[in-house]
């Protein structure tokens, strides 16, 4: 008897959970029902017109008001030679429309969603400086459209767009550049349509951006309503300030050029005979440089004005092409030097010949004539034209001793003492180039910021 009201208990209770089931799903099934019959009364033929922009604020016939915000995905590129960038966003749009006001049941309908953009009223936004954009179709096209109960409508999608970023480019690779992302009515002015960005954080930007040349620094949102002769439009933009990163020109081309420049200096230091090595030297130095000059322009726009890699370039070429001259001027003063030591190699020659010629013929004469020597030699005789020098060597004063000079005199050759120099004058300058640029760019870019 006890084992029967413990079968029929159990019985009782399976049968219980079923109909519950039952109960439910018929429940979920009216729910499902009731949405389907709230959208085709608010969207049925002849009772919603998508053509007509909702009224205003508090239903009066004032400008629709449009809500908008973004949130940045990535940014993959920043081309400076198309003066571009690519941006991949989640842009979304809200405002109401009382005309789509519906019961919640209860607030168990939170929202409405739909996929079809083209059955309620949209704003006709775009974006003004883009110049290539696509939506995203895989699996299903990323975009919705939520319809609250007391008439908001708020619209998603993900859009990836190349937009044109104006660049000046006069302290590249030390600057700073802003690109901008405009959004603007195409055909509504403000008298029916006015854009604001939504209250409260109205841009996101993805953590962990990754920029391979660029780090973002900040962002900032304002407004940019145009006038043109058939009205005024309203438009939202969005400022980014990008910062180029500066290690990478420092390790490709900055470090490289001072090589270069530093190893063209070498030809001071190899002898002035060894012509073929400071030539080659110079002559590899000069188009190693001219051809990385070459290599920079190209990945740059052929812009006006001066860049700042141009004022470094261009003054590394200067002085690996002055150490080239300056071996035609040394190999020019070696060849001077050695003309003035055979001019005074056959004048010290005839010299001799002519003192040589002079003591034979005294001694001729002293051998025919026994006439005493006269106390006083006349004007012109060797010996007392020496003794003369050498009291106005003792009479002049003393000078001061130059230790420029005394340094220089150890260098007997004029071609040895323009390398002596070019070692300590080209290293200065160069070194108070570096003074100047990196003082220059550094503050200007603070100034600009």
Same mark, same amino acid.
């Given at each position: 008897?006890?084992?029967?009201?413990?079968?029929?208990?159990?019985?009782?209770?399976?049968?219980?959970?079923?109909?519950?089931?039952?109960?439910?799903?018929?429940?979920?099934?009216?729910?499902?029902?009731?949405?389907?019959?709230?959208?085709?009364?608010?969207?049925?033929?002849?009772?919603?017109?998508?053509?007509?922009?909702?009224?205003?604020?508090?239903?009066?016939?004032?400008?629709?008001?449009?809500?908008?915000?973004?949130?940045?995905?990535?940014?993959?590129?920043?081309?400076?030679?198309?003066?571009?960038y690519s941006v991949q966003l989640t842009f979304r749009e809200q405002w109401l429309d009382e005309r789509l006001k519906f019961n919640d049941v209860g607030g168990r309908l939170k929202y409405l969603t739909l996929t079809e953009a083209?059955?309620?009223?949209?704003? $006709? &936004?775009? +974006?003004?400086? /883009?110049?290539?954009?696509?939506?995203?179709? @895989?699996?299903? *096209?990323?975009?919705?459209?939520? #319809?609250?109960?007391?008439?908001?409508?708020?619209?998603?999608?993900?859009?990836?767009?190349?937009?044109?970023?104006?660049?000046?480019?006069?302290?590249?690779?030390?600057?700073?550049?802003?690109?901008?992302?405009?959004?603007?009515?195409?055909?509504?002015?403000?008298?029916?349509?006015?854009?604001?960005?939504?209250?409260?954080?109205?841009?996101?930007?993805?953590?962990?951006?990754?920029?391979?040349?660029?780090?973002?620094?900040?962002?900032?949102?304002?407004?940019?309503?145009?006038?043109?002769?058939?009205?005024?439009?309203?438009?939202?933009?969005? $400022? &980014?300030? +990008?910062?180029? /990163?500066?290690?990478?020109?420092?390790?490709? @081309?900055?470090? *490289?050029?001072?090589?270069?420049? #530093?190893?063209?200096?070498?030809?001071?230091?190899?002898?002035?005979?060894?012509?073929?090595?400071?030539?080659?030297?110079?002559?590899?130095?000069?188009?190693?440089?001219?051809?990385?000059?070459?290599?920079?322009?190209?990945?740059?726009?052929?812009?006006?004005?001066?860049?700042?890699?141009?004022?470094?370039?261009?003054?590394?070429?200067?002085?690996?092409?002055?150490?080239?001259?300056?071996?035609?001027?040394?190999?020019?003063?070696?060849?001077?030097?050695?003309?003035r030591e055979n001019m005074k190699k056959k004048r010290r020659e005839l010299e001799q010949a002519s003192l040589d010629a002079a003591s034979d013929l005294l001694d001729t004469d002293s051998n025919a004539t026994f006439a005493m020597?006269?106390?006083?030699?006349?004007?012109?005789?060797?010996?007392?034209?020496?003794?003369?020098?050498?009291?106005?060597?003792?009479?002049?004063?003393?000078?001061?001793?130059?230790?420029?000079?005394?340094?220089?005199?150890?260098?007997?050759?004029?071609?040895?003492?323009?390398?002596?120099?070019?070692?300590?004058?080209?290293?200065?300058?160069?070194?108070?180039?570096?003074?100047?640029?990196?003082?220059?760019?550094?503050?200007?870019?603070?100034?600009?910021?």
């Amino acid at each position: 008897m006890i084992m029967g009201t413990g079968h029929c208990f159990w019985a009782i209770f399976y049968f219980a959970c079923l109909c519950s089931a039952s109960l439910a799903n018929n429940a979920n099934i009216n729910f499902r029902e009731r949405e389907k019959k709230v959208l085709d009364q608010i969207l049925g033929i002849g009772k919603y017109d998508a053509r007509i922009r909702p009224s205003g604020i508090n239903g009066t016939d004032g400008p629709a008001t449009v809500r908008v915000n973004i949130f940045v995905r990535s940014i993959s590129k920043i081309d400076d030679v198309t003066m571009e960038y690519s941006v991949q966003l989640t842009f979304r749009e809200q405002w109401l429309d009382e005309r789509l006001k519906f019961n919640d049941v209860g607030g168990r309908l939170k929202y409405l969603t739909l996929t079809e953009a083209n059955r309620v009223w949209m704003p $006709d &936004l775009f +974006f003004s400086n /883009e110049k290539e954009g696509h939506f995203h179709n @895989i699996i299903m *096209p990323n975009v919705y459209i939520r #319809i609250f109960p007391f008439g908001s409508v708020l619209y998603s999608i993900r859009i990836s767009l190349t937009l044109a970023c104006p660049m000046n480019l006069k302290l590249y690779p030390l600057d700073r550049q802003v690109c901008s992302l405009r959004m603007a009515s195409y055909g509504w002015t403000t008298d029916d349509l006015v854009f604001l960005w939504k209250e409260g954080d109205p841009v996101q930007v993805v953590k962990n951006l990754h920029l391979p040349r660029f780090t973002l620094e900040k962002f900032l949102t304002d407004y940019c309503n145009s006038k043109t002769n058939t009205g005024e439009y309203s438009c939202l933009k969005v $400022d &980014l300030l +990008f910062k180029r /990163e500066f290690s990478y020109y420092l390790i490709q @081309i900055y470090i *490289p050029c001072c090589m270069l420049v #530093i190893v063209s200096w070498v030809s001071f230091w190899l002898d002035q005979g060894a012509v073929p090595a400071r030539v080659s030297l110079g002559v590899t130095t000069l188009l190693t440089m001219a051809t990385q000059t070459s290599g920079i322009n190209a990945s740059l726009p052929p812009v006006s004005y001066t860049k700042a890699i141009d004022v470094w370039t261009g003054v590394c070429l200067t002085f690996v092409f002055g150490a080239l001259l300056e071996f035609a001027l040394v190999n020019y003063a070696s060849r001077s030097d050695l003309h003035r030591e055979n001019m005074k190699k056959k004048r010290r020659e005839l010299e001799q010949a002519s003192l040589d010629a002079a003591s034979d013929l005294l001694d001729t004469d002293s051998n025919a004539t026994f006439a005493m020597k006269p106390l006083v030699r006349h004007p012109g005789d060797p010996l007392a034209l020496e003794k003369l020098r050498q009291c106005e060597v003792h009479m002049q004063p003393p000078k001061r001793p130059n230790c420029c000079r005394s340094w220089l005199s150890k260098f007997p050759t004029r071609s040895k003492r323009i390398d002596v120099i070019s070692r300590i004058t080209f290293p200065l300058v160069f070194a108070l180039f570096n003074l100047v640029y990196w003082s220059t760019y550094l503050f200007r870019e603070e100034e600009e910021n």
